[in-house]
């Protein structure tokens, strides 16, 4: 049982480049998200989305765009990448229902130079 | 607003010796709790949760927290600490978006635990 695979791991981007960091789950959880992680600030939500073909901002969603195809990928998006968006980035996912857990992804560690 | 806050960024104890790391939280409606710990370029691994029933929540690897309502507390505690406990922890508080109709998560900033010999 894979859980919440996130692709590649590392990646090295210059100013305004462009890229897609992939995210994948197979438990068939409704509700998947995406967090990055600064030095010291804990997780802050990016996008969320409930299902197939819904996704809404987070609290930091800009330079940032997703989507949902599927019920089990969800990728982001960074279209002009900057140095701002250096960080470590989390996809989640979680059951429909109240307060369930979230199970995350190994983590994708951007640098933008 | 929810908010969660963490009252140590850094903690050092000794192998062997107690654990506590402290959490306090502000939250409108019935919570639900839990501490994620993340080890060195790792993702994020649920320790343990609290959703209302006991109080005093039972985890992985030895932790326990206790939930109390009137401190708006829910601080970590192992009894004996190991070196492979050694990682950061956070401290999250779930509640469901009844506009957005998802779970928010809001995370604390961590605490680091180191483990001396």
Redesign the interface.
């Known amino acids: 049982n894979a859980g919440v695979t996130q692709t590649p791991k590392f990646r090295i981007l210059k100013i305004g480049q462009s890229m897609t960091l992939q995210c994948a789950q197979d438990m068939n959880h409704n509700y998947m998200y995406w967090y990055r992680q600064d030095p010291g600030m804990g997780l802050k939500l990016i996008y969320y989305s409930v299902g197939a073909g819904i996704t809404d901002k987070g609290e930091v969603p800009n330079g940032y765009n997703v989507s949902r195809s599927t019920t089990e990928d969800f990728p982001l998006r960074l279209e002009l990448a900057a140095p701002s968006q250096t960080s470590v980035y989390f996809c989640a996912s979680s059951p429909q229902g109240r307060n369930t857990e979230a199970f995350f992804g190994q983590g994708t560690r951007l640098t933008v130079v | 607003a929810q908010s969660?806050t963490q009252l140590d960024?850094h903690v050092s104890v000794s192998e062997g010796t107690p654990v506590l790391l402290r959490c306090n939280y502000s939250s409108s409606y019935s919570?639900?709790l839990?501490w994620?710990v993340q080890h060195p370029?790792?993702?994020?691994?649920?320790l343990l949760?609290y959703?209302s029933a006991a109080t005093l929540v039972k985890g992985i690897n030895g932790f326990e927290a206790e939930f109390k309502k009137s401190e708006t507390s829910f601080h970590l505690t192992k009894p004996s600490a190991h070196m492979s406990d050694a990682a950061e922890y956070?401290c999250v508080v779930?509640?469901?978006s009844w506009t957005?109709?998802?779970?928010?998560?809001i995370?604390?900033?961590?605490t680091r635990l180191a483990v001396h010999p």
């Open positions: 969660v960024s919570p639900s839990f994620y370029n790792k993702g994020l691994q649920l949760k959703t956070f779930s509640e469901q957005g109709g998802y779970n928010k998560l995370f604390g900033a961590g």
